[in-house]
């Protein structure tokens, strides 16, 4: 049960509430100060102080400073009049809870209004910030088309110098035209005397370039043709290779277990080159081996990752599916996935290979 604080200390002017109360120890962040118009309460437990003030106060300007073991309140007066004692006199149980819900509900209120009051100046702080950041842009916006226009306008005035130009250089082309054409239309006698000298020059300067050689005319001579071979006829070339040779003893000879295995290994090249399987492109060379891709499929069925093992005895199948154990171990990766046609429809595969186990255990 909280004790009630009694020795207390006020003071008043005609605006203003002077009230001291002791507390010892007491501190900000554990004290719980709640005042209103009429109505003034501090929680500090295991103590508690109330008071139904005598007149109302303007709880927005009134202050309380916390430390040195009490707490000091000011209180401003709504009216200039003195008071009679702090506390309303004769005041029974009903009417305090009445004075406590109402000023609870006015505190709720004045929360409300608090936070609308944030949230409206929040809006209005974000519409400010808004309409700035559209005159920025807008700003930005209005250089940009002024660069373009400059640009433009600069573009334009290039390409006319440019035409200009190239009229001013198609007038020149066309005179040197004329010019052409006037040395066209000198008279005959002219045209003769200058291909004359043309002919002239050129006999002189030929046999100058011909001195020295035979007088015969190179020009007349007849180019051989081009003698094409026949094709050659077809053949056959034999090739015969060295048989290869085991060292072991025969009673330690595994030559028919390496014999089946290059079998297997080349019926695995032949399906790698025949389709390109997009599943072994990311696998290296050593990892394109049916074997392999068993042993790894081992490990991931011991590891419960049983759709992983799937995959891996699939893509092993598909490189040789003359191996019973593949489907007996794929059938029991679906016997653990709960996909039961698919394990009845390998162990049928298996029993087509002449292949007899019982259960679906994981054979390694």
Known sequence: MPLQVCGYSWQQTPTAVFLSLPLRGVCARD??????????????????????LY??????????????????????????????????????KEMMQRIREKSILQAQERAKEATEAKATARREDQKYTLNVMMKIEEEERKQ???????ERRKATKELEAWKEHQRKAGGQEGAQGEEKACCREKPAGERRKSEQKSLRGSWTWRPRAAAGRNSENIFSEKLEEAHVPAPREAG???????????????????????EEWLHKQAQAQKVLNADDVPEFRDLKEEEKSPEWLKEKGNKL?????????????SLAIRLN????????????CH????NLHKAIEDSSKIRSHCVVQVGLELTV
């Open 144 to 150: 940009i088309e002024d660069m373009k226009e400059n």
């Open 31 to 52: 004290a719980d100060v709640f005042c209103t118009e009429n109505y003034l309460k501090v929680n500090f437990p295991p103590f508690l102080f109330e008071a139904f």
């Open 301 to 313: 069925f011991a590891t419960e990752n049983y759709l992983a093992a799937v995959n891996a005895y």
């Open 236 to 258: 056959s070339i034999e090739v015969s290779f060295t048989p290869r040779a085991f060292p072991t003893a025969l009673r330690e000879s595994q030559a028919a277990w390496e």
């Open 55 to 92: 007149a109302p106060i303007d709880d927005g300007s009134s202050k309380a400073k916390i430390g040195n073991d009490a707490i000091v309140f000011t209180l401003h007066k709504k009216e200039a009049v003195m008071w009679e004692s702090l506390s309303v006199s004769g005041v029974d």
């Open 335 to 338: 016997l653990k996935l709960r």
């Open 321 to 332: 599916n003359k191996l019973p154990l593949l489907y007996l171990n794929r059938a029991a």
